[in-house]
């Protein structure tokens, strides 16, 4: 007989928790996507999570507003190193 096991999932991720840091804040948007913005409000990009099979990365894309578009600054596999970039630039 076949059991089905609708309470678990191999592709469901766990949720990061982010570092708190000075000079960036994270507003999230939904499950798989964060704003940086500044403490005064100006958005710097987004973190947005990717899961894979070896576990999640986390893309970090810059917002170039004079440009109305976004550059990818790279992908990391912990969520607060995506959120680093955006701190020291």
Do not use: H
């Amino acid at each position: 007989m076949t059991t089905l096991d609708f309470t678990r999932s191999s592709t469901s991720a766990s949720r990061p928790v982010f570092t708190p840091r000075a000079g960036v804040t994270l507003v999230e948007l939904n499950d798989s996507l964060w704003r940086v913005t500044r403490p005064d409000g100006d958005v710097l990009g987004y973190v947005e999570s990717l899961p894979e099979v070896a576990g999640t990365r986390y893309r970090a894309k810059r917002m170039i507003v004079s440009q109305q578009r976004f550059v990818s600054v790279g992908e990391f596999w912990s969520a607060d190193d995506a959120v680093e970039c955006f701190r020291a630039s």
